[in-house]
């Protein structure tokens, strides 16, 4: 009996990529990844999780390596005003009071993304350079010559996604205005840090946030800055640790101390796009950043892309070759708009975070009230609207 189930072809080896690897092969799909960089990697930085893509890491059975790597953040996690007093608790469970929000580096949650995987899974120092397709096959070439086929592609090639304009024609991305530094310091040398809370200071057009990676052993900072001039034109670049010193100086003491032991930090642009009006052509579909870059500001670009693998995972397993694209238009459909509900979110939680919607009564009596919305993204399983789409293939 031959196989009638897709074949996919990933470009792109990031968080979103090789969860979607996990999750179609928990499927029983066939699945390889093609990653440009020379080794699967991720920056030095940190990456929070939260309920609503825990629960999908949990269901390819990757809970326990988020319980190993992970950190998970508690009840002292707070939102403080710049001089340090304290506006609010942070949502840190769903409603039914689960606790599965984690502080991850992103190194040992990509690291563990693609241990999962079979061998022969993913293929690096492949850069996708073209696509095409004809009525039932995918096809992609590569800079390094290799041209794979397969029944469905699937971009999960970050906001500069080689594969987006085969679906949508090419648009620029949209510069937010500011700057983020980031960088980790070892929990060790800050003795009475909490590791298990995350922490955000909200000042007028600047906000700093600090949780815990790596099983508390380290903490990751980030401090969001407007953008200089120069920064503009480069989307990362080194950041000057005494610059980032100098954009916090007056704050709470607490931001001074840990800012005190960084020796290098880097600097990220801030961009996203406009969100997409369609995600998917025939065989191929869009994934993560690839389809709906967003700001950081809901902590959730991550978490979406997980939700978006589970989702097309769970429609893909119910088609067979032929309905295929079927299949694709269907998890596009499911996703397209609660992920621009998150991707706009972000833009207005970020200029809420930076006190630009009001002033600070104002903004404190939001972050208060935020914790309503926090739960609606956290509550939410694609898995259920997931089997009810594939159903209804
Ligand atoms: P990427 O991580 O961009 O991965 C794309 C992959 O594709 C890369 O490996 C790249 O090398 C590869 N690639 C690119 N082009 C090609 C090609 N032509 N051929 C082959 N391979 C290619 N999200 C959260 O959920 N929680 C957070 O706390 C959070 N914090 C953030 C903080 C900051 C400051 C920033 C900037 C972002 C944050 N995000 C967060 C967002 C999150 O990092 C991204 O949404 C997520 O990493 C996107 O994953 P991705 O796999 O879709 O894309």
Same mark, same amino acid.
């Given at each position: 009996?031959?196989?009638?189930?897709?074949?996919?072809?990933?470009?792109?080896?990031?968080?979103?990529?090789?969860?979607?690897?996990?999750?179609?092969?928990?499927?029983?799909?066939?699945?390889?990844?093609?990653?440009?960089?020379?080794?699967?990697?991720?920056?030095?930085?940190?990456?929070?999780?939260?309920?609503?893509?825990?629960?999908?890491?949990?269901?390819?059975?990757?809970?326990?390596?988020?319980?190993?790597?992970?950190?998970?953040? @508690?009840?002292?996690?707070?939102?403080?005003?710049?001089?340090?007093?304290?506006?609010?608790?942070?949502?840190?469970?769903?409603?039914?009071?689960?606790?599965?929000?984690?502080?991850?580096?992103?190194?040992?949650?990509?690291?563990?993304?693609?241990?999962?995987?079979?061998?022969?899974?993913?293929?690096?120092?492949?850069?996708?350079?073209?696509?095409?397709?004809?009525?039932?096959?995918?096809?992609?070439?590569?800079?390094?010559?290799?041209?794979?086929?397969?029944?469905?592609?699937?971009?999960?090639?970050?906001?500069?996604?080689?594969?987006?304009?085969?679906?949508?024609?090419?648009?620029?991305?949209?510069?937010? @205005?500011?700057?983020?530094?980031?960088?980790?310091?070892?929990?060790?040398?800050?003795?009475?840090?909490?590791?298990?809370?995350?922490?955000?200071?909200?000042?007028?057009?600047?906000?700093?946030?600090?949780?815990?990676?790596?099983? @508390?052993?380290?903490?990751?900072?980030?401090?969001?800055?407007?953008?200089?001039?120069?920064?503009?034109?480069?989307?990362?670049?080194?950041?000057?640790?005494?610059?980032?010193?100098?954009?916090?100086?007056?704050?709470?003491?607490?931001?001074?101390?840990?800012?005190?032991?960084?020796?290098?930090?880097?600097?990220?642009?801030?961009?996203?796009?406009?969100?997409?009006?369609?995600?998917?052509?025939?065989?191929?579909?869009?994934?993560? #950043?690839?389809?709906?870059?967003?700001?950081?500001?809901?902590?959730?670009?991550?978490?979406?892309?997980?939700?978006?693998?589970?989702?097309?995972?769970?429609?893909?397993?119910?088609? #067979?070759?032929?309905?295929?694209?079927?299949?694709?238009?269907?998890?596009?459909?499911?996703?397209?708009?609660?992920?621009?509900?998150?991707?706009?979110?972000?833009?207005?939680?970020?200029?809420?975070?930076?006190?630009?919607?009001?002033?600070?009564?104002?903004?404190?009596?939001?972050?208060?009230?935020?914790?309503?919305?926090?739960?609606?993204?956290?509550?939410? #399983?694609?898995?259920?609207?997931?089997?009810?789409?594939?159903?209804?293939?």
């Amino acid at each position: 009996m031959t196989d009638s189930r897709p074949s996919v072809a990933i470009v792109g080896g990031g968080i979103g990529g090789l969860f979607a690897a996990n999750a179609l092969i928990a499927h029983g799909l066939k699945v390889q990844v093609f990653e440009q960089a020379p080794a699967l990697g991720e920056i030095g930085a940190g990456v929070f999780i939260t309920p609503n893509s825990v629960r999908q890491l949990e269901r390819v059975g990757l809970g326990p390596a988020v319980e190993k790597w992970g950190s998970r953040v @508690g009840a002292g996690s707070r939102y403080f005003r710049d001089d340090g007093s304290t506006i609010a608790p942070v949502q840190v469970t769903d409603s039914k009071g689960w606790n599965a929000t984690f502080g991850m580096h992103r190194a040992d949650l990509v690291g563990f993304l693609a241990a999962a995987l079979p061998p022969s899974v993913v293929f690096t120092d492949h850069r996708a350079t073209g696509f095409s397709q004809e009525d039932k096959v995918a096809r992609v070439t590569f800079a390094n010559g290799a041209v794979v086929e397969a029944d469905i592609v699937v971009g999960c090639d970050g906001i500069h996604s080689e594969m987006r304009p085969h679906v949508y024609p090419p648009s620029n991305p949209v510069f937010s @205005g500011t700057v983020a530094y980031r960088g980790l310091v070892p929990h060790a040398s800050l003795p009475g840090w909490p590791n298990d809370a995350w922490m955000m200071w909200l000042g007028r057009g600047k906000h700093f946030l600090a949780f815990p990676v790596r099983a @508390g052993q380290l903490i990751n900072f980030v401090g969001f800055v407007p953008a200089d001039a120069q920064m503009k034109e480069s989307w990362t670049a080194k950041g000057d640790p005494d610059a980032l010193r100098a954009e916090f100086a007056g704050w709470d003491p607490r931001i001074e101390r840990l800012l005190k032991l960084v020796d290098s930090t880097f600097k990220w642009a801030l961009y996203d796009r406009e969100p997409l009006p369609v995600w998917s052509k025939g065989r191929l579909t869009l994934l993560g #950043d690839a389809a709906h870059p967003m700001l950081p500001h809901l902590g959730q670009g991550a978490n979406q892309s997980i939700e978006d693998g589970m989702a097309l995972a769970t429609i893909l397993s119910q088609a #067979d070759r032929d309905s295929a694209p079927a299949a694709l238009a269907a998890y596009e459909q499911l996703r397209r708009e609660r992920v621009a509900g998150v991707q706009r979110g972000a833009r207005e939680n970020g200029l809420r975070y930076d006190t630009m919607l009001g002033d600070e009564r104002k903004r404190d009596a939001e972050i208060v009230a935020h914790a309503s919305f926090r739960k609606t993204i956290y509550d939410h #399983d694609v898995v259920v609207t997931a089997r009810e789409a594939a159903a209804a293939l």
